[in-house]
């Protein structure tokens, strides 16, 4: 029995092994890359991200909210006119209105909070490495930086494309507009590559990476308003 036990501890310590090393694989990319772009983006332009990100896919689920409440508090304001004195169809008109009026207050309060927290990192300069299978994003720091007591380096984040695109734990999704690119992860994350550091062709690089890899998880914006 314990032969045995040692054969199948041995066995496990191997599949361990090899799924690490396949991990550390797909956690790479060998291959040259493709682009790099180093970068930054100003608070303001991150404001106008995150209302687009949300015009995209908050928006949506809002108006549902928005029109279903609204419904149902036509259907109380008819029950006051006929009913004048019914006080509990008062309360419920005022929880229809309250809710919706919040599900568009916590969009507008969340974007502005948001925002106002990644104002400090607006002077940080980012790098963005686009590759046949993925992309990476990662952090510049100088080297003072690195010499600071409390310095932690950061890890860069690893986004893999196409075959091996179940690598990720995470969806992309890609909106572009006139003025930037917006690299959603899970609808969680997002990355802003603006467009006024990236040329003409730089942009067509990305625009056909992203179309031909993501194809509905890609989303052009005319309107950027």
Not at 6 to 17: A, M, R, T, V, Y
Not at 70 to 77: D, G, N, P, Q, R
Not at 209 to 220: D, P, Q, R, S, V
Request: one cysteine or more.
């Amino acid at each position: 029995m314990a032969e045995k036990n040692d054969f199948k501890s041995f066995e496990q310590k191997e599949l361990e092994q090899y799924e690490q090393q396949a991990q550390a694989d797909a956690d790479s990319f060998s291959e040259e890359p493709m682009l790099v772009i180093d970068y930054d983006v100003k608070n303001d332009e991150e404001d106008r991200a995150f209302r687009a990100y949300q015009k995209k896919f908050v928006y949506p689920h809002n108006w549902k909210v928005t029109a279903a409440f609204s419904v149902v508090a036509a259907a109380f304001i008819v029950s006051i006119i006929k009913y004048p004195n019914g006080y509990l169809n008062y309360v419920l008109l005022a929880i229809c209105l309250i809710t919706i009026a919040l599900t568009w207050y916590n969009s507008v309060r969340i974007r502005k909070y948001l925002v106002k927290a990644l104002k400090n990192l607006e002077d940080d300069r980012y790098r963005f490495t686009l590759y046949e299978s993925g992309f990476t994003i990662e952090t510049l720091v100088s080297e003072e930086e690195k010499q600071a007591e409390d310095y932690v380096p950061i890890k860069p984040r690893r986004v893999h494309l196409g075959d091996n695109s179940d690598i990720n734990n995470d969806t992309v999704e890609v909106i572009e507009n006139d003025e930037m690119f917006i690299i959603i992860l899970e609808k969680e994350t997002f990355y802003v590559l603006c467009k006024r550091l990236i040329s003409e062709s730089e942009q067509k690089i990305l625009r056909d990476k992203f179309t031909g890899e993501l194809a509905e998880g890609y989303h052009l914006i005319t309107d950027n308003k």
